[in-house]
């Protein structure tokens, strides 16, 4: 948005600022529904004002009329009542605010020469009173204020709906469930608005480091955040031009060294003695083996082979059947159909590298095609002697072989797996060894959907 500031410093500062106006906001329907609460209460003005005009009519009539008058000025609001001074009312339970109400009444109604004041809350079932009590407050009657005139006699002014301070607590509650609903739904956008350029940077790292190609970071937001997101890309640029000037170079190199290899090849045919000669002509043989896969894994490296919708179910099964076709033993279980946008002819090297290693070194292969609502799983087990737990990871760099199982005389070159890896990291995916119960490998590759 052009109207928030491009620093992430500036806009935390508008963000705070606005949070701090949305709580005052709050904080002021607070006071005001608490405000509307106290309005039922007796310190009312309006109520205040009414007990002093009825007080200082019925103070100035004969004590014989006040009870009649008493009754007349009662309505649905306030009820007032008359005691004479040898009925004296019982007790008023008092809670914290209706000792400030006392206060506030004694400065209000000192023009009437009142000899006592006292406020507090009717107790249900029993006759007001205008005496204290010191009781624990359970103030769920109605507000009463009790007077006592000159010649002793009370006058009692109780409001007339029942249990009023329930209301204003429920107006209360209602008010903090708002202001706290607020102020976390504010902490909850802001801390997800300043985090996402986070969980941007974290995942980027992450396609970064399965695929070097993977699409650059958007150049957008704080300027802070653009700047990281530069040298981000910058970064991620540098790497991928390393890698591809690395394996150009050694393309270039095995390329170049083909020429002489087949020189000596024709003047190898040359020498006399016979073991000598095919010994030179094993040696000879073993380099351009060599010198072809590294080829073929800088090729991949390389690979700009365009994405193509295939039938993936049918490209395994494909690999199985041909497998089977030259005499072994190979179990497809799967889907019969499967549809994925890839690129076809590197996924179909990178699973026939791991099925012809299950095949070489487990003599029978176990294909499994799973798909989920975001992932597809291809899993190739074995009945081999299985890879060390501590090298499974190491199998994956180019070149690297075990001697014991996979030496070259099985014709292992040590790059089946490392382009196997480039392949599926190369459409966002993974590949992972583990052990199988009963002994063998289990080669897992996920592909995301």
Same mark, same amino acid.
């Given at each position: 948005?052009?109207?928030?500031?491009?620093?992430?410093?500036?806009?935390?500062?508008?963000?705070?600022?606005?949070?701090?106006?949305?709580?005052?906001?709050?904080?002021?329907?607070?006071?005001?529904?608490?405000?509307?609460?106290?309005?039922?209460?007796?310190?009312?003005?309006?109520?205040?004002?009414?007990?002093?005009?009825?007080?200082?009519?019925?103070?100035?009539?004969?004590?014989? +009329?006040?009870?009649?008058?008493? +009754?007349?000025?009662?309505?649905?609001?306030?009820?007032?009542?008359?005691?004479?001074?040898?009925?004296?009312?019982?007790?008023?339970?008092?809670?914290?605010?209706?000792?400030?109400?006392?206060?506030?009444?004694?400065?209000?109604?000192?023009?009437?020469?009142?000899?006592?004041?006292?406020?507090?809350?009717?107790?249900?079932?029993?006759?007001?009173?205008?005496?204290?009590?010191?009781?624990?407050?359970?103030?769920?009657?109605?507000?009463?204020?009790?007077?006592?005139?000159?010649?002793?006699?009370?006058?009692?002014?109780?409001?007339?709906?029942?249990?009023?301070?329930?209301?204003?607590?429920?107006?209360?509650?209602?008010?903090?469930?708002?202001?706290?609903?607020?102020?976390?739904?504010?902490?909850?956008?802001?801390?997800?608005?300043?985090?996402?350029?986070?969980?941007?940077?974290?995942?980027?790292?992450?396609?970064?480091?399965?695929?070097?190609?993977?699409?650059?970071?958007?150049?957008?937001?704080?300027?802070?955040?653009?700047?990281?997101?530069?040298?981000?890309?910058?970064?991620? +640029?540098?790497?991928?031009?390393?890698?591809?000037?690395?394996?150009?170079?050694?393309?270039?190199?095995?390329?170049?060294?083909?020429?002489?290899?087949?020189?000596?090849?024709?003047?190898?045919?040359?020498?006399?003695?016979?073991?000598?000669?095919?010994?030179?002509?094993?040696?000879?043989?073993?380099?351009?083996?060599?010198?072809?896969?590294?080829?073929?894994?800088?090729?991949?490296?390389?690979?700009?082979?365009?994405?193509? +919708?295939?039938?993936?179910?049918?490209?395994?099964?494909?690999?199985?059947?041909?497998?089977?076709?030259?005499?072994?033993?190979?179990?497809?279980?799967?889907?019969?159909?499967?549809?994925?946008?890839?690129?076809?002819?590197?996924?179909?090297?990178?699973?026939?590298?791991?099925?012809?290693?299950?095949?070489?070194?487990?003599?029978?292969?176990?294909?499994?095609?799973?798909?989920?609502?975001?992932?597809?799983?291809?899993?190739?087990?074995?009945?081999?002697?299985?890879?060390?737990?501590?090298?499974?990871?190491?199998?994956?760099?180019?070149?690297?072989?075990?001697?014991?199982?996979?030496?070259?005389?099985?014709?292992?070159?040590?790059?089946?797996?490392?382009?196997?890896?480039?392949?599926?990291?190369?459409?966002?995916?993974?590949?992972?060894?583990?052990?199988?119960?009963?002994?063998?490998?289990?080669?897992?590759?996920?592909?995301?959907?």
């Amino acid at each position: 948005m052009r109207l928030l500031p491009k620093s992430i410093a500036n806009r935390t500062t508008v963000v705070l600022i606005a949070g701090l106006l949305l709580v005052m906001v709050l904080s002021a329907a607070v006071a005001h529904l608490v405000a509307q609460g106290n309005h039922d209460l007796p310190n009312r003005w309006q109520f205040i004002e009414r007990v002093h005009v009825v007080t200082q009519v019925l103070s100035k009539i004969p004590t014989s +009329q006040r009870e009649a008058l008493a +009754q007349q000025l009662s309505d649905e609001n306030m009820r007032v009542q008359w005691f004479n001074a040898s009925a004296s009312p019982e007790h008023l339970l008092q809670d914290w605010g209706a000792r400030r109400y006392e206060t506030f009444l004694s400065n209000r109604l000192s023009d009437l020469e009142l000899l006592d004041i006292s406020t507090g809350h009717l107790t249900p079932g029993t006759i007001a009173s205008g005496k204290k009590s010191d009781e624990p407050s359970k103030a769920n009657g109605p507000p009463a204020i009790a007077l006592q005139l000159s010649d002793r006699s009370w006058l009692l002014f109780s409001a007339q709906r029942e249990q009023i301070n329930r209301s204003w607590l429920l107006r209360l509650i209602t008010g903090l469930i708002v202001f706290g609903g607020g102020i976390t739904v504010l902490a909850v956008l802001t801390t997800r608005k300043i985090i996402k350029p986070l969980e941007t940077f974290a995942e980027a790292a992450q396609r970064f480091g399965i695929n070097v190609d993977s699409p650059p970071l958007d150049e957008s937001g704080p300027s802070e955040i653009k700047r990281a997101a530069q040298a981000f890309n910058q970064m991620q +640029q540098r790497i991928r031009m390393f890698v591809q000037e690395r394996m150009q170079m050694i393309a270039a190199i095995s390329h170049d060294i083909k020429t002489p290899l087949t020189r000596l090849q024709l003047r190898t045919e040359f020498i006399e003695d016979e073991i000598q000669r095919n010994k030179a002509l094993e040696d000879l043989k073993e380099m351009q083996v060599i010198l072809d896969s590294t080829l073929s894994f800088a090729r991949e490296q390389n690979n700009n082979e365009a994405r193509a +919708q295939v039938d993936l179910a049918v490209l395994v099964q494909s690999l199985c059947d041909d497998t089977a076709d030259t005499g072994h033993e190979v179990n497809y279980q799967g889907p019969e159909h499967l549809t994925y946008n890839c690129a076809p002819v590197s996924i179909r090297r990178a699973l026939s590298n791991v099925i012809n290693n299950a095949i070489q070194y487990g003599h029978s292969a176990e294909v499994a095609l799973k798909h989920s609502r975001d992932s597809i799983s291809i899993e190739i087990a074995d009945r081999g002697p299985g890879i060390p737990q501590d090298k499974r990871e190491q199998v994956f760099s180019p070149f690297f072989r075990l001697e014991k199982s996979r030496s070259r005389e099985t014709g292992g070159t040590g790059l089946g797996l490392a382009v196997t890896r480039t392949v599926i990291r190369q459409h966002g995916g993974d590949i992972v060894l583990t052990g199988r119960q009963g002994g063998g490998l289990r080669v897992i590759m996920t592909l995301p959907l």
